[in-house]
Structure formats: structure tokens, C-alpha cells
């Protein structure tokens, strides 16, 4: 059984800004703990992770996620060997947690909680409500390989799926785990010369997007789908990773991507979904009529996922 992420923790210099931020944006409960310069997350979700906000030692802005481990001391042992740092040593709140942090070989920061010593927002599942869970974690390390080596080690973590440069993980934690991603993420082609473009309805996460890639100094271009369509027969593959199941005409979809594509282009993603009542945002169930246009299109199936959660990979007719 893989350790698993049972909480999130945002560090700024000035938390005290992204309480109001955090709860206006995602509906999370923020309650302050008078005198620590922290506040804890109830999130509201109704599943994943709860966590917290508090202030950075160093004044860097971060975020995070914690593991819970039988021993963190060994722990961080076990990540010195394996290329990591320790960040801040093993500290115990008495009656309250046991924690430790760490760099992973990328310089990413870490956080290790002893099991059954894990804190009140990790000890609480996030109540019931109208707030965003916190259900899926991801790790961008500049080397894939190296980064899932590290955590299947560290871990006991089990990567599988996914496409190359990007493992998707089963943590194969306890029940209420959450999953998540390590690799180089939307940020692989371009870090690999590919001419990168990001579509999306969401103006949002475009400037996020945006945001990321400059941060790491690639370029990319950005369609804002509210104002614009894909341009006709211009993409060699597309990536629509768990995107169907949220379609209100995923048909349609379908025939705006086989536009946009190059004759012999392909196009990734996920084509099946199941009733999940912690998912109410999943409203597409019988994708039969999704493979019959892609069919009439002259979409042949090249590759699926039979590990995790079936993502497949189309081609258009030459």
C-alpha cells in the first residue's frame, strides 16, 4: 500500500489576503487560528483533501501537499538518499501533529505528516457543500523518469497510463486518497520544441496557463473559445484529457476538433464515464454516439489505456 496525501498547505508571506481570496474563489471555509499566523481549510467539497494557509518562513510564496508516513525521520532519510533535501526537520505540535518538509531532486517542496499525528484538517474529510474539492494533485518535474522514480520510491506510489513524459499514479492509499500526476504536464511538447497551443472556455485558466509557461520561459498561443474557434486544419494532435464527460454536445465537439485537425492527425482523451455521485460535474454517460462520429469522420483507434481510466488515442484518415 503506497503513503497517502491527506492534506494541501499555501505559504505567502502575507497569508492573510488569501483567506478572503481562497473563499470568494472556491467556496472554502477559512478558519483562523488566533496567534499562529495560520488558518485552517475546510474546503466544503464533500470529498478529496482539506488543508491550510499560513505564513512562509522563508517569505517565498508556495503550495503544497502532505503525506503521511509511519516515520517521518525515516522519510527524510529515505528522500536525502534519493537526491531530495531536508527543508525543515521533524517538528512536533504536542497533541496537535508531526510534521517535516523537504525539496524533492527538482526543488520542490514537500511535506510529511506521521500517520495518526496528522493535524485537524487532515484528521476532518471536507464537509458537504458548494465549495471545490481538493481531489487531484500533480508534480512538473523536468525529468519524468527521475521525478516517478523518486516517488515510487519514497512512497511506494505505482505510476501507469498516461502518455510519455507524463505517468498518471494510483497512490493505492487507504479509502478517501486522492490521485494526482507526475511529469512535465501541458508543459512536456513545448519544453520538447513542439509549437504549443492551448484552447479553453475558461479565461481564467488561460491566464493561469499563460502564467505557467512564461514563469518557465516557453511560449505558447492561447484561444479563448468564447470568442474563437479552433483554427481548420492546422493541429497534427489534440489532447482532450477528461474533457467529453463535461460536454453538453460532445458530438459537436467532435466535429470542431476533426476540423481543426491535419489529415493523418491524431487526437487524445477520455471517451467513458461512470455515474459518480461525488462528481456531479460528470454528465456524459453513453459516448456511443462520440465513437460513431468519430467513425464517420474516419477516426481509427490506435491506442487505449487499459490500466487506469481508459484514455485513448485516435487517428484521422490520411
Given at each position: 500500500m503506497g503513503d497517502r496525501v491527506v492534506h494541501f498547505e499555501i505559504g505567502a508571506r502575507d497569508p492573510a489576503p488569501l483567506?478572503?481570496?481562497?473563499?470568494?474563489?472556491?467556496?472554502?471555509?477559512?478558519?483562523?487560528?488566533?496567534?499562529?499566523?495560520?488558518?485552517?481549510?475546510?474546503?466544503?467539497?464533500?470529498?478529496?483533501?482539506?488543508?491550510?494557509?499560513?505564513?512562509s518562513r522563508e517569505g517565498s510564496a508556495w503550495a503544497t501537499f502532505y503525506v503521511a508516513v509511519e516515520d517521518p525521520q525515516a522519510a527524510?532519510?529515505?528522500?536525502?538518499?534519493?537526491?531530495?533535501?531536508?527543508?525543515?526537520?521533524?517538528?512536533?505540535?504536542?497533541?496537535?501533529?508531526?510534521?517535516?518538509?523537504?525539496?524533492?531532486?527538482?526543488?520542490?517542496?514537500?511535506?510529511?505528516?506521521?500517520?495518526?499525528?496528522?493535524?485537524p484538517s487532515a484528521a476532518q474529510a471536507p464537509l458537504a457543500g458548494a465549495g471545490a474539492p481538493v481531489d487531484w494533485f500533480e508534480v512538473l518535474g523536468s525529468d519524468a523518469a527521475r521525478a516517478q522514480g523518486f516517488y515510487g520510491e519514497l512512497f511506494g506510489w505505482r505510476f501507469g497510463g498516461g502518455f510519455p513524459g507524463y505517468g498518471l499514479l494510483d497512490t493505492e492509499g487507504v479509502e478517501g486518497a486522492i490521485g494526482g500526476g507526475v511529469g512535465a504536464g501541458v508543459l512536456l511538447f513545448a519544453r520538447h520544441g513542439f509549437h504549443v497551443f492551448h484552447a479553453d472556455i475558461s479565461s481564467t485558466l488561460l491566464r493561469f496557463s499563460r502564467w505557467r509557461m512564461e514563469r518557465r520561459g516557453l511560449s505558447a498561443e492561447f484561444i479563448d473559445l468564447k470568442d474563437a474557434s479552433l483554427p481548420p486544419d492546422t493541429f497534427d494532435m489534440i489532447t482532450a484529457m477528461d474533457v467529453f464527460e463535461h460536454l453538453t454536445d460532445p458530438v459537436k465537439a467532435v466535429d470542431h476538433l476533426a476540423?481543426?485537425?491535419?489529415?493523418?492527425?491524431?487526437?487524445?482523451?477520455?471517451?467513458?464515464?461512470?455515474?459518480?455521485?461525488?462528481?456531479?460535474?460528470?454528465?456524459?454517460?453513453?459516448?456511443?454516439?462520440?465513437?460513431?462520429?468519430?467513425?464517420?469522420?474516419?477516426?481509427?483507434?490506435?491506442?487505449?489505456?487499459?490500466?487506469?481510466?481508459?484514455?485513448?488515442?485516435?487517428?484521422?484518415?490520411?
Open positions: 483567506h478572503r481570496f481562497y473563499a470568494e474563489l472556491f467556496g472554502w471555509r477559512v478558519a483562523e487560528v488566533p496567534g499562529a499566523g495560520y488558518a485552517l481549510v475546510d474546503t466544503q467539497g464533500g470529498g478529496g483533501v482539506n488543508g491550510g494557509i499560513g505564513t527524510l532519510d529515505r528522500a536525502g538518499s534519493l537526491g531530495g533535501r531536508t527543508v525543515v526537520p521533524v517538528t512536533t505540535v504536542p497533541g496537535t501533529i508531526t510534521f517535516a518538509m523537504f525539496d524533492d531532486p527538482d526543488g520542490l517542496l514537500v511535506g510529511i505528516v506521521q500517520r495518526g499525528a496528522e493535524g476540423i481543426a485537425l491535419k489529415r493523418g492527425g491524431f487526437l487524445f482523451g477520455r471517451f467513458a464515464a461512470e455515474p459518480d455521485e461525488d462528481r456531479p460535474q460528470h454528465i456524459v454517460f453513453d459516448f456511443g454516439p462520440v465513437h460513431d462520429r468519430l467513425a464517420s469522420w474516419g477516426f481509427t483507434k490506435v491506442w487505449r489505456d487499459e490500466w487506469l481510466w481508459g484514455h485513448q488515442a485516435f487517428q484521422k484518415a490520411l
